[in-house]
């Protein structure tokens, strides 16, 4: 986190935080997939999956689900960082975004991190120095950067396949034992 957080941001306990300086990692490319902690492949994928030959990326929004309503401390996290940040895309492109991303991979440009977070910086800042989730935050690669981008033509809405398993699911132990296998031999 010392590599891409003012010092005065740590110590964090904020994914929110620390997906605010995602762009500043050393040696990331221009288009890279951000990925969250419960997301695995299961088949191959290629960059067509997730950008355009023109370089533009994809965003997967969910076809259900609306991002409404007002900012509360007795809604989930992830929905006030959607909420906080559809109140940023309305002020600066009068379009009010509604729908979530799917918990898919994130596809993502740096370039277009670094235009988002520059011209939304008093947010930005704010989120990347609040050490635990907080009602005031955003959530970039989860929601605002895919608005952002679209809103300045450089995502397009698309779809891709995937499949959202939970423990409960009697799915997840054949996904669980194939992983195994596949470890056990290489």
């Known amino acids: 986190h010392e590599d891409i957080l003012p010092a005065e941001a740590l110590p964090t306990f904020n994914s929110h935080a620390i997906e605010t300086a995602l ?4 040696g990331l490319s221009e288009h890279f997939l951000y990925l969250n902690d419960d997301f695995a492949f299961l088949s191959p994928v290629t960059k067509d999956d997730f950008f355009y030959g023109n370089g533009i990326s994809k965003s997967f929004f969910e076809p259900h ?3 409404n309503g007002n900012v509360e401390a007795s809604s989930p996290d992830f929905l ?6 559809r109140r940023l895309i309305e002020e600066r492109f009068r379009f009010s975004p ?5 918990h898919v991979p994130y596809a993502l440009r740096r370039s277009v991190l670094y235009e988002l977070c520059q ?3 008093e947010d930005v800042r ?15 690669p989860s929601f605002l950067y895919h608005y952002f981008a679209y ?3 450089l995502s397009v809405p698309s779809v891709i396949s995937h499949v959202y398993l939970n423990r409960k699911d009697k799915r997840w132990e054949k996904v669980v034992d194939s992983l195994r296998q596949g470890r056990a031999e290489k």
């Open 23 to 26: 762009h500043k990692i050393d």
């Open 65 to 67: 689900g609306m991002v």
């Open 80 to 85: 006030n960082a959607a909420r906080n940040g």
């Open 98 to 102: 509604t729908r979530l991303h799917e």
């Open 119 to 121: 011209a939304m910086d």
């Open 126 to 140: 704010r989120t990347e120095r609040s050490r635990f989730r907080s009602v005031t935050d955003i959530s970039i």
């Open 151 to 153: 809103c300045k033509m």
